[in-house]
């Protein structure tokens, strides 16, 4: 199921099949580096069917895979997760080194976003960035989302950021 395109990329459900992909993508220590830590095949084919099982209980909830238009290359992950301890979301990537500085990050952020509004009563998304991650903050930053503090995550301290319904940016996207 494909959740929403972007102009160059396309965000869809992983599935079983994506294993290589997703843990290609996990196991990789630079694109792990303000995330969590890196997981070992045994625990990526886990964590794969973990999420897998969250499509069974919500519809636009959990990690989904982002493959390029143009080439059909799996170039990350983005997702919409519970922001711990609360009833709010917050949208998440990680992209692989070799696309790093596209404009994926913002791309898929922007387009997230209006997903999310068009898709949800929510008055607001929430987005969560180690506080050392100035290329996370700075995406955030230039897709309208304004620092609201620090939040503590599975007992990390992290920068928190919020974007409301009425500063979303307003990109046209395709849903399926």
């Known amino acids: ?8 990329l396309i965000v869809r459900r992983f599935t079983s099949d994506d294993a ?8 990789d220590a630079r694109v792990m580096q303000f995330i969590r830590p890196v997981k070992n095949r045994e625990e990526c084919d886990a964590f794969l069917a973990e999420n897998l099982n969250f499509y069974l209980d919500t519809s636009s909830l959990g990690r989904f895979a982002v493959v390029e238009k143009a080439t059909g290359n799996f170039v990350g992950t983005f997702s ?4 711990s301890g609360e009833a709010d979301f917050h949208l998440g990537y990680a992209l692989l080194p070799p696309v790093w500085g596209k404009g994926f990050a913002t791309e898929l952020v922007r387009f997230g ?4 509004f068009s898709h949800n009563h929510k008055k607001e998304v929430f987005a969560i960035t180690d506080t050392e ?3 996370s903050r700075n995406v955030l ?7 609201k503090g620090q939040t503590l ?11 409301s319904r009425e500063a979303s940016p307003g990109h046209s996207i395709v849903s399926k």
Not at 20 to 27: I, M
Not at 141 to 147: A, R, T, V, W
């Open 141 to 147: 930053l230039k897709s309208g989302f304004q620092k």
């Open 20 to 27: 290589e992909w997703f843990f290609l993508l996990n196991s």
């Open 80 to 83: 919409f997760l519970y922001l």
């Open 133 to 135: 991650n100035t290329a």
């Open 153 to 163: 995550e599975h007992g990390q301290t992290l920068d928190l950021f919020v974007i």
């Open 113 to 116: 976003i209006t997903y999310f």
């Open 1 to 8: 199921m494909t959740l929403f395109e972007t102009d160059r």
